[in-house]
């Protein structure tokens, strides 16, 4: 297979950018573009995760209510096709930062995409939350892999810093996750479901702003992508892409159009596709010249991380769909006689998240170079969040869907414990371990599969979901925590082989 991707590099191509000075401690001791870069994200999370806290609720809830009257299963498995989307195309956003628009413009530009698309959802009409849904999916894909990249071009690859960089990094953005779902989640509870994803307009805008802002202290700003396309290929490039888009749009409406494309065929479609890309685009970079046999060889153990991911989100993003859907419907809103809306829960994970990362980054940085290996912390947090599933089978044990038991709101709050430090140790440590094993001429789209492991996660998720509310509670969320247990204890017991084939990752 021949791919634009997979051509050599022409010699006069633009070189990547320099490697950042080692002496920038400009926001509390790490490059002071990191603090532009976590601002952003911080209401990128606050809009994404504001609206998927609710987005599910949304789903399920009847029409009379505002709701799209969807039952359970069919509700998270079409939230979960959304978040399939969305890394989906983060593959083509790794690509067109790499090739044609440098990091810089396609987070710019991602941003605002998403945010378009949050101010189209607050319109209450079904056409509108479809065509938001597309433009978030399109815009997170050019923002989310291109940031983290960003993120790891502040540093040097020998840097110490960098996977505290990368923790301090995780706890800004999950600032955003906290706050997003409270603001939301009120607002969706207590005015309507679209007032809640106005606040997730406004927060993306205000993101964008801090961005363009603190733009003089990112990598890269003002260049050109760093392998870009000749002019010609560019052009050819993105005529061919907005040409593609709009058959398949077209394609789309039509078959929708006459019966064929139903909903369930479209998340059966989407997993089937998240499945199929990561197989391709491992296979593309390995055949590649311009990735050379020492690139290649990191790539054998990037695979089992890829794996690991897969497991640990798998988890995660149920926090946002059958968590979400059992809190709702089995679980007390109120803590100590403080009552409060469902879509609060998703804040708790946004909380133990920002209170962990920065005890894990000075855990790391105190630690230095006799820290875990990078394998084993993403291990420890594919067991974590596969015990967090496994603790909702001790409360719900024993009582139907409909028997009316609502649980202590502490069990869920202890689950997303669990989860919340899972994420820290798995995300942070997985995203460093990629800016450092990516071959040099797939900078940005290694990032962008990295994130194709969350699209697959979600695409399982997507098929899995369905059987939620027709099978035991205990059951489901009990067979699906042992089995991430059991990925866990897998990569551990690979350590060692892991250890010797990831160098220069320690």
Same mark, same amino acid.
């Given at each position: 297979m021949t791919t634009d991707i997979d051509e050599p590099r022409e010699p006069e191509a633009t070189p990547p950018p320099p490697s950042p000075p080692g002496d920038d401690r400009g926001f509390l001791g790490h490059p002071g573009g990191l603090a532009t870069l976590s601002g952003l994200e911080v209401w990128e999370r606050f809009s994404f995760l504001g609206m998927q806290a609710i987005l599910v609720l949304y789903f399920a809830d009847a029409v009379?209510?505002?709701?799209?009257?969807?039952?359970?299963?069919?509700?998270?498995?079409?939230?979960?096709?959304?978040?399939?989307?969305?890394?989906?195309?983060?593959?083509?956003?790794?690509?067109?930062?790499?090739? *044609?628009? %440098?990091?810089?413009?396609?987070?710019?530009?991602?941003?605002? @995409?998403? /945010?378009? !698309?949050?101010?189209a959802m607050a319109v209450p009409t079904a056409a509108m939350t479809w065509t938001g849904l597309g433009l978030i999916s399109a815009g997170t894909g050019l923002l989310k892999p291109n940031v983290a990249s960003m993120v790891g071009r502040l540093y040097r690859t020998e840097d110490d810093r960098r996977d505290a960089g990368f923790a301090l990094y995780y706890m800004a953005i999950n600032t955003g996750a906290f706050a997003g779902p409270l603001i939301t989640g009120w607002l969706g509870e207590h005015q309507g479901w679209h007032w809640g994803f106005s606040a997730a307009a406004?927060?993306?805008?205000?993101?964008?702003?801090?961005?363009?802002?603190?733009?003089?202290?990112?990598?890269?700003?003002?260049?050109?992508?760093?392998?870009?396309?000749?002019?010609?290929?560019?052009?050819?490039?993105?005529r061919?892409? *907005?040409? %593609?888009?709009?058959?398949?749009?077209?394609?789309?409406?039509? @078959?929708? /159009?006459? !019966?064929?494309?139903?909903?369930?065929?479209?998340?059966d479609l989407l997993t089937l596709v998240s499945v199929i890309a990561p197989v391709v685009y491992f296979t593309v970079m390995f055949r590649s010249p311009r990735v050379t046999a020492a690139e290649r060889g990191r790539l054998r153990p990037y695979a089992v991380l890829f794996l690991a991911s897969v497991a640990f989100n798998f988890i995660l993003f149920q926090a946002y769909s059958t968590m979400m859907l059992l809190a709702s419907t089995n679980a007390r809103t109120e803590i100590l006689g403080f009552h409060f809306p469902a879509g609060w829960y998703a804040s708790a994970l946004g909380a133990f998240e920002v209170a962990l990362a920065p005890v894990v980054a000075g855990l790391w940085l105190r630690m230095g170079r006799r820290q875990p290996h990078a394998s084993n912390k993403i291990a420890i947090g594919?067991?974590?969040? %596969?015990?967090?599933?496994?603790?909702?089978?001790?409360?719900?044990?024993?009582h139907g869907a409909d028997d009316g038991f609502k649980m202590a709101a502490w069990w869920i709050v202890g689950s997303y414990l669990l989860l919340g430090l899972g994420d820290v140790l798995l995300e942070?440590?997985?995203?460093?371990?990629?800016?450092?094993?990516?071959?040099?001429?797939?900078a940005g789209q290694t990032m962008a599969l990295w994130f194709l492991s969350l699209a697959l996660a979600n695409g399982i998720q997507a098929q899995v979901v369905k059987v939620y509310g027709h099978v035991s509670t205990p059951v489901y969320f009990g067979v699906n925590g042992a089995i991430a247990v059991a990925a866990g204890l897998a990569v551990i017991a690979a350590a060692p082989w892991l250890r010797r084939t990831m160098q220069p990752v320690h």
């Open positions: 009379a209510h505002g709701g799209l009257g969807m039952d359970p299963g069919t509700a998270a498995s079409v939230s979960a096709a959304y978040g399939t989307m969305v890394y989906l195309v983060s593959v083509a956003g790794g690509w067109l930062a790499d090739r *044609i628009l %440098g990091s810089y413009r396609a987070v710019l530009w991602g941003g605002v @995409l998403i /945010a378009c !698309g949050h101010y406004v927060g993306m805008t205000a993101g964008l702003a801090q961005y363009v802002l603190g733009r003089r202290r990112l990598p890269g700003r003002g260049r050109s992508a760093p392998y870009a396309l000749a002019p010609d290929a560019q052009r050819t490039a993105v061919r892409i *907005i040409a %593609g888009g709009l058959a398949l749009a077209a394609l789309a409406t039509l @078959l929708a /159009a006459i !019966g064929w494309l139903t909903m369930g065929r479209f998340v594919v067991v974590l969040g %596969g015990l967090s599933f496994l603790l909702m089978v001790l409360p719900t044990a024993g942070t440590s997985g995203m460093s371990a990629t800016t450092k094993l990516a071959p040099s001429a797939y």
